[in-house]
């Protein structure tokens, strides 16, 4: 290397100083760096003739597109600046590192000592490259940090860099599209209307919160003030020996699960307040705090699914430390990465996808569950209307929440090399209403165009739900029509995804099924984000949750044998639905029968789990599952779900080099986000979830 130095010095003292041929030397700069995987080594005569060739191309009429205040600037970075600041400028630089045949080629450079130089910016330069020389099982594509002068736009960068590298021959070259140079403003973004508008909104929310809190004080004390004259009357006395409480404020409790209330006298009974006092009080933030951080459960609720909830998200999140830190594109050490699947206890994180199929479950047998018990209370009358309106009024502000903070408020919240690659802003202006309509899932037809893509999640749940009624009136009325339905939903269900995997080609795990091409369409936008191939998990929950409607509060009596062979039977189909691939050689007719049947087979091991709890069978599983510190963290699950990939976007995005996964690093981030996630839930709870849910009760009826 040191000779390679000597001749480029030599090149760029003996260059001319013409608008176009200073261009040479940064042109061998750039050599120096990407010929390292193209050759076996760099000779003085390969940098001569690169630049040979590069004189010729920097004459070419090409150039013109490149702006004369761009060529002014690096006309003076070579031949008429201090030598300090050449030294500091191409020290930023990106360089070859260790690692390049395990894929570490992202060569970021100096982020911090590029925009620290003065009217120069830093500019992330990606290629594309034909590696088979190095048998490389994906194609090159390697980020290169450059510092340019502020004058120099991301057109100029690109055309140099196009016409530069066509002449010299290289098997590299720039992204044919505009984000082949990604160029950070040194200046601070100025605020658009979107963020003035957001913060806007959310400060009026905030306002409205401590309001309420405000107003539930002055409530709280005017109750006080007008039940203290009765507190020692004989009726109020008697009424709280009868309920084994002394001495305690009856306004402690709410009305409408006090015990004494009912035995109070009219003049006590407090008027309905107006809807401005409901609208206010749902705001306020302490008793939504006070509802949030409660442990105490319904009598009626089946205490285990908490903890299946907060678990599940717990793996949702484990399996995107990994995933997401893989497809950003920052790891420096990929094909170790890639070698992890290969181990045994990384099954785990690989299949983690199990665990959206456990919220398709929850959901399908909570909704069956409770709405069959509903309408025997009612004699079959649900209000169908407000049925489906609830649903969407649940879900709905959240996710248009979770919308603005991608688009207006996270693009604020970074300064990194490639940061501005993972805005995905574009999309969501395009895109957005496909969210709130709940059919991202099928328009746009590209996963990766999606403008919240992890939320395909809850366009399928929609859709189960708006042809839930479809199967639930059938069980109310006529059972054997409804099982009928969901059996034959569920063989269409295998049918297609068998058919769509045979297809396809898909493979069952992530390894190319051995004879076979690789899939030329892409596994998340066919199968994995369609609810036709979804839903198993949806049917086996809402005909657990049929039986269980059925069993009402009867008891099972089971023998111990037969409790045993259930948990046995459960851990063997679980486990076979996580580990079963480990090394297994699967032939395309395996991988039709685990994508038909795998999901389907995780939801009838839940089951097991659901039901054993439930009837007292669950042991030392129940008493994890079921406790009590997993009640309010399961009440927030849904905006961790929305949130969570937002803070791992962040800190992945706002790193300034490539960083070498580790299986001892990673839990901590996964610990970490976990943390966070769950942190910024409590708050979209607080903030929307809750008052939302509120504030439905001013129009919902109240039967």
């Known amino acids: 290397m040191d000779l390679s130095t000597q001749t480029l010095k030599y090149n760029m003292t003996s260059a001319q100083p013409e608008k176009h041929g200073i261009w040479v030397s940064l042109l061998v700069l750039l050599v120096v760096a990407m010929m390292v995987p193209c050759s076996q080594a760099i000779t003085p005569d390969v940098i001569r003739q690169v630049v040979a060739q590069g004189q010729v191309q920097t004459a070419a009429k090409s150039l013109n597109n490149v702006s004369k205040a761009c060529s002014d600037a690096v006309d003076y970075l070579l031949f008429h600046s201090p030598a300090t600041l050449k030294e500091y400028v191409f020290d930023s630089y990106g360089k070859p590192q260790a690692g390049f045949l395990e894929m570490n080629w992202r060569w970021l450079g100096h982020y911090d000592e590029c925009q620290g130089i003065p009217s120069y910016r830093y500019c992330a330069t990606i290629f594309t490259g034909d590696l088979s020389a190095l048998s490389s099982p994906v194609n090159l594509t390697l980020t290169l940090g450059v510092c340019v002068p502020e004058q120099c736009s991301q057109s100029d960068v690109q055309t140099y860099l196009n016409t530069l590298l066509d002449g010299a021959g290289i098997p590299v070259k720039p992204l044919g599209n505009e984000s082949a140079v990604i160029c950070t403003e040194k200046s601070h973004k100025p605020f658009s209307a979107g963020f003035i508008g957001t913060i806007f909104l959310f400060s009026f929310i905030f306002a409205l919160m401590l309001l309420g809190a405000l107003y539930d004080l002055v409530v709280r004390y005017n109750k006080k003030k007008s039940t203290m004259p009765l507190v020692s009357t004989n009726v109020t006395s008697i009424n709280r020996e009868r309920n084994g409480v002394a001495d305690a404020p009856l306004d402690d409790r709410e009305p409408e699960s006090s015990?004494?209330?009912?035995?109070?006298?009219?003049?006590?009974?407090?008027?309905?307040?107006?809807?401005?006092?409901?609208?206010?009080?749902?705001?306020?933030?302490?008793?939504?705090?006070?509802?949030?951080?409660?442990?105490?459960?319904?009598?009626?609720?089946?205490?285990?699914?908490?903890?299946?909830?907060?678990?599940?998200?717990?793996?949702?999140?484990?399996?995107?430390?990994?995933?997401?830190?893989?497809?950003?594109?920052?790891?420096?050490?990929?094909?170790?990465?890639?070698?992890?699947?290969?181990?045994?206890?990384?099954?785990?994180?690989?299949?983690?996808?199990?665990?959206?199929?456990?919220?398709?479950?929850?959901?399908?047998?909570?909704?069956?569950?409770?709405?069959?018990?509903?309408?025997?209370?009612?004699?079959?009358?649900?209000?169908?209307?407000?049925?489906?309106?609830?649903?969407?009024?649940?879900?709905?502000?959240?996710?248009?929440?979770?919308?603005?903070?991608?688009?207006?408020?996270?693009?604020?919240?970074?300064?990194?090399?490639?940061?501005?690659?993972?805005?995905?802003?574009?999309?969501?202006?395009?895109?957005?209403?496909?969210?709130?309509?709940?059919?991202?899932?099928?328009?746009?037809?590209?996963?990766?165009?999606?403008?919240?893509?992890?939320?395909?999640?809850?366009?399928?749940?929609?859709?189960?739900?708006?042809?839930?009624?479809?199967?639930?009136?059938?069980?109310?009325?006529?059972?054997?029509?409804?099982?009928?339905?969901?059996?034959?939903?569920?063989?269409?269900?295998?049918?297609?995804?068998?058919?769509?995997?045979?297809?396809?080609?898909?493979?069952?795990?992530?390894?190319?099924?051995?004879?076979?091409?690789?899939?030329?369409?892409?596994?998340?936008?066919?199968?994995?984000?369609?609810?036709?191939?979804?839903?198993?998990?949806?049917?086996?929950?809402?005909?657990?949750?049929?039986?269980?409607?059925?069993?009402?509060?009867?008891?099972?009596?089971?023998?111990?044998?037969?409790?045993?062979?259930?948990?046995?039977?459960?851990?063997?189909?679980?486990?076979?639905?996580?580990?079963?691939?480990?090394?297994?050689?699967?032939?395309?007719?395996?991988?039709?029968?685990?994508?038909?049947?795998?999901?389907?087979?995780?939801?009838?091991?839940?089951?097991?789990?659901?039901?054993?709890?439930?009837?007292?069978?669950?042991?030392?599983?129940?008493?994890?599952?079921?406790?009590?510190?997993?009640?309010?963290?399961?009440?927030?699950?849904?905006?961790?779900?929305?949130?969570?990939?937002?803070?791992?976007?962040?800190?992945?995005?706002?790193l300034k080099t490539s960083f070498m996964a580790s299986l001892w690093i990673m839990p901590t981030y996964f610990v970490g986000f976990f943390a966070l996630a769950y942190a910024a839930a409590v708050v979209m709870a607080l903030f929307i979830e809750f008052p939302f849910a509120n504030m439905e009760k001013l129009f919902m009826p109240s039967r």
């Not at 649940?394 to 979770?402: D, G, H, K, Y």
């Not at 199967?471 to 063989?491: D, K, Q, R, V």
Request: net charge positive; proline share 5%.
């Open 259 to 654: 015990a004494d209330n009912a035995n109070l006298i009219p003049a006590l009974i407090q008027p309905k307040p107006a809807k401005w006092e409901q609208f206010l009080l749902g705001f306020a933030f302490n008793r939504n705090l006070a509802k949030l951080m409660s442990t105490k459960g319904s009598d009626r609720s089946i205490a285990c699914l908490n903890g299946i909830r907060v678990l599940s998200m717990a793996w949702v999140i484990l399996g995107h430390t990994f995933f997401f830190a893989m497809e950003m594109g920052i790891t420096g050490n990929l094909l170790i990465a890639y070698g992890w699947y290969q181990n045994f206890g990384f099954q785990v994180i690989s299949n983690a996808f199990f665990s959206v199929d456990s919220f398709f479950f929850l959901s399908g047998f909570l909704l069956t569950f409770i709405t069959l018990r509903k309408m025997s209370e009612r004699d079959g009358r649900i209000p169908w209307g407000f049925f489906y309106f609830h649903r969407y009024w649940r879900l709905t502000p959240a996710v248009l929440t979770t919308i603005l903070i991608w688009m207006y408020i996270k693009p604020y919240m970074g300064d990194a090399p490639l940061w501005n690659m993972y805005q995905n802003v574009d999309s969501c202006v395009k895109y957005w209403w496909t969210n709130i309509l709940y059919i991202n899932n099928f328009y746009p037809r590209m996963f990766m165009n999606e403008c919240i893509g992890w939320v395909w999640y809850l366009a399928n749940d929609m859709q189960f739900f708006v042809i839930s009624p479809l199967i639930i009136l059938p069980l109310y009325y006529f059972p054997p029509l409804g099982l009928s339905l969901i059996g034959f939903l569920l063989f269409a269900s295998f049918g297609v995804t068998g058919a769509l995997t045979g297809i396809y080609k898909f493979p069952a795990g992530g390894t190319q099924i051995p004879g076979y091409d690789k899939p030329t369409m892409d596994f998340s936008s066919v199968i994995y984000s369609k609810p036709y191939c979804r839903i198993p998990p949806y049917l086996v929950g809402m005909l657990l949750g049929f039986l269980m409607y059925r069993q009402g509060d009867r008891k099972i009596r089971l023998k111990p044998v037969l409790v045993a062979l259930g948990w046995t039977v459960a851990t063997a189909v679980g486990m076979s639905c996580v580990y079963g691939l480990f090394h297994a050689k699967v032939t395309l007719a395996g991988s039709v029968l685990y994508q038909m049947l795998s999901r389907f087979a995780w939801a009838v091991a839940l089951s097991w789990v659901v039901f054993a709890c439930k009837e007292g069978y669950g042991g030392w599983v129940n008493d994890i599952l079921s406790w009590s510190a997993w009640l309010p963290l399961s009440r927030v699950t849904y905006s961790a779900y929305l949130l969570h990939p937002i803070v791992i976007y962040i800190f992945y995005g706002n």
